[in-house]
């Protein structure tokens, strides 16, 4: 079997059998294509260690970055290590590979003061206005913020997700996981103006499910979510290419400032790892090292 037929395989299979997110799925068909393309598809069984360190060679060789290279090498490692379990080859050439460490880059974070006032004036204006599109933007932001999500699962969710008595969401995060999160008060009111006087005039059809829409009437895609955090929530990070996570990151990080356990907040953010969890402590760290510098008499 070539190359190429195989990864098409290892694809239905990740994104049918083991439901991995889209995001993760596109990375790993990415990966895999420019594996194949670089060794020119062979037969799955030609290719050994030596193909496989000379593909990452060539990548580093390129600039690539390394989190980058560490994808890589966990794309081909799921993809052999289930061609052995298919019994497509015998052995697992990926086995030998060493992993890149990737560089741990803290998180933009806004402060938070300066979060809420940015996200109070976008409420407020859009109040004020009425403009459909002001109050979806100022509900988008409050749920990203409030419940700590990811902007895929914000695009995601639908008007019956939301348990508006309880002030809570069901979302469903990667691999297709349920977890119910609160998203407190101001987002409990800007959900309440964008469904009573926001949503409705949007709507392309009666029947849409879809918790955020945009102009057109259908469910808001990510990138016109990515365009309006960008906008305005950039300045307050100080940085022109910020995205939803910026606010996810924020909202982790002062729930440890504020005293949250470290378990709850994996929790919130649906982390299948505590370890993933635990780069925000580190975040808490540099920002009381910095006030601490900047503060103590003997810094």
């Known amino acids: 079997m070539r190359v190429s037929s195989a990864v098409l395989l290892y694809i239905e299979h990740v994104e049918r059998v083991r439901r991995l997110s889209d995001a993760t799925v596109r990375a790993y068909r990415s990966d895999l294509a420019d594996l194949t393309a670089f060794l020119g598809d062979p037969e799955l069984a030609d290719v050994d260690v030596e193909h496989l360190r000379q593909w ?23 993809f052999f290590g289930w061609s052995v379990g298919e019994s497509l080859r015998s052995d697992d050439p990926s086995l030998r590979l060493v992993t890149p460490k990737r560089g741990r880059t803290l998180p933009a974070v806004a402060s938070s003061p300066s ?47 939301l348990d508006r008595t309880a002030a809570t969401v069901r979302v469903v995060g990667k ?41 057109r009437g259908g469910r808001l895609g990510v990138r016109a979510a990515y365009d309006v955090v960008r906008r305005v929530i950039g300045p307050v990070v100080g940085a022109d290419a910020v995205g939803p996570h910026a606010l996810r990151h ?16 994996q929790e919130l953010l649906g982390h299948a790892s505590l370890g993933t969890t635990q780069i925000y402590t580190h975040v808490s760290t ?14």
């Open 56 to 78: 990452l060679w060539e990548a580093t060789q390129r600039g690539i970055a390394r989190t980058s290279l560490a994808r890589r090498t966990a794309s081909v490692r799921g």
């Open 115 to 161: 979060l809420a006032a940015v996200l109070d004036g976008a409420r407020s204006a859009a109040d004020q206005s009425g403009d459909p599109i002001a109050l979806r933007d100022a509900a988008l932001l409050e749920v990203l913020y409030g419940a700590a999500l990811r902007v895929s699962e914000a695009c995601g969710l639908d008007v019956t997700s």
């Open 175 to 215: 691999g297709g996981k349920e977890r119910v999160v609160p998203y407190g008060s101001p987002a409990q009111r800007a959900l309440e103006a964008w469904l009573v006087r926001g949503r409705p005039p949007l709507l392309a059809a009666p029947g849409e499910q879809a918790l955020f829409v945009g102009a």
């Open 250 to 265: 924020s909202a982790a990080t002062h729930l440890l400032d504020g005293g949250a356990d470290l378990r709850a907040v």
């Open 286 to 299: 540099e920002r009381l090292a910095a006030a601490y510098r900047q503060a103590h008499p003997r810094a």
